[in-house]
């Protein structure tokens, strides 16, 4: 079986390397021998033990013997439009671009489905955790009904550092960074996007509805900071960003944002640029995927598994995906009621216990600040109670708690 590979970078390098040093294995496991005919990449690789380089995508897309193209270019110009192509040219496409599936995955699915291919994407979540395919698969006996993770290496490497080595936010980034966990320009992992991609994906194949992104309510990382850090570790927390999607009887919640964990919550525990992701079943009740959700090959086993996939079904396609979700099928989260962490400036004794749990702390660098966790409160109620709180104190900071 020949394939391409549309960039090569990080994961696509990653891929490559896969399939040259592992061929007979790979052979084993799909039935054929697995040959890497053309990548497509603008730059020069003088040093690369591969010669089939490519500039131009049509020696890919017009190749009849090139069946299977791995997409690992990123974004979604020009990966949209090749993707396309190449499905209606009846090539099985997989990818770990979890922007393009999260924006455009309803119609390439459909796009694959009328040309009998197949449109992978096990690698667009969670790395090389193996999360999409037991969604579609291993647990298709059980009505899915809440997906919640630690979806991004970058910020739970940023929050491991604040909570275990007291470190700014800043010097964490900064750190992430020169360990190439971070981007230059690290504004997707740290403003959420990237979580908000990777949950819209999982809850749009676990309730089988499309799940739009760009309309779930999105807050990263930015605003955290080592007070925050304190006062949750003398309330027994953990600070950690999440993606969460719950399925209702009406639709679907789903949100990203920065919340406090129990520390005896599974989740709790996941430290530095693993992710974790539970999912709760009605028969199976919770089950949590655990691993690395980045690098250049945990990535890539995940592309060259979908690969070893779409070879053994090369004469078919792959079911699995989602239909388009009617309108107001995502709802606005207004409704979900969740206890806040609100901290302070200002006198905690106007604040009387039985109302709200009051935490203060001794350290000098707190001095006049306190903190309060509220009971369980919609987000009209918490916006109302903040206004009514902000006429006397500065409000300095808030969390959400998720519980359970």
């Not at 900064?174 to 971070?182: I, T």
Request: glycine share 10%; charged share 25%; hydrophobic share 40%.
């Amino acid at each position: 079986m020949k394939i391409g590979i549309m960039g090569f970078g990080v994961v696509g390098s990653g891929v490559g390397e896969i399939i040259r040093n592992s061929s007979d294995g790979l052979a084993s496991r799909s039935g054929e021998k697995i040959e890497i005919a053309k990548i497509l990449d603008l730059r020069d690789f003088p040093d690369s033990p591969f010669d089939c380089f490519t500039k131009d995508f049509n020696e890919i897309l017009e190749d009849q013997e090139i069946g299977i193209v791995a997409e690992v270019m990123g974004g979604t110009n020009p990966a949209y439009d090749f993707t396309k192509k190449l499905l209606m040219a009846g090539k099985h496409v997989v990818t770990s671009n979890k922007e393009l599936v999260a924006k455009h995955g309803t119609e390439l699915l459909q796009i694959a489905r009328e040309n009998h291919v197949s449109y992978l994407f096990e690698a667009s979540v969670g790395g090389g955790i193996p999360i999409i395919r037991p969604l579609y698969s291993s647990l298709s006996a059980n009505e899915l009904t809440e997906v919640l993770g630690i979806l991004n290496g970058t910020t739970n490497y940023i929050l491991t550092q604040m909570i275990k080595e007291d470190t700014t936010f800043s010097d964490a980034l900064k750190s992430a960074q020169e360990k190439g966990y971070a981007e230059k320009d690290p504004t997707a992992d740290v403003e959420g996007h990237d979580t908000c991609r990777k949950i819209a994906i999982l809850s749009s194949l676990a309730f089988g509805k499309f799940v739009d992104s760009e309309e779930i309510p999105t807050e990263g990382i930015t605003k955290i900071t080592l007070e925050d850090v304190a006062y949750a570790d003398a309330m027994g927390c953990v600070i950690k960003l999440l993606g969460m999607a719950s399925k209702e009887e009406e639709g679907v919640y789903a949100r990203v944002c920065p919340a406090l964990l129990k520390k005896d919550h599974p989740l709790a525990g996941i430290d530095d640029v693993f992710n974790g992701i539970m999912v709760k079943g009605d028969a199976i009740g919770d089950v949590m995927f655990y691993g690395r959700g980045a690098g250049s090959l945990p990535t890539a086993s995940a592309v060259v598994s979908d690969i070893i996939d779409a070879v053994k079904h090369k004469t078919e396609h792959i079911g699995l995906g989602w239909t388009e979700g009617e309108a107001g099928y995502l709802k606005d989260g207004s409704g979900q009621k969740f206890r806040y962490y609100v901290r302070l400036s200002g006198d905690a004794a106007a604040y009387p216990k039985d109302a709200y749990q009051v935490i203060t702390l001794k350290d000098l660098a707190f001095d006049g600040e306190f903190a309060i966790l509220t009971p369980e409160l919609s987000e009209g109620e918490f916006a109302a109670l903040k206004e009514e709180i902000s006429k006397t104190n500065p409000i300095l900071g808030t969390l959400r708690m998720v519980e359970g």
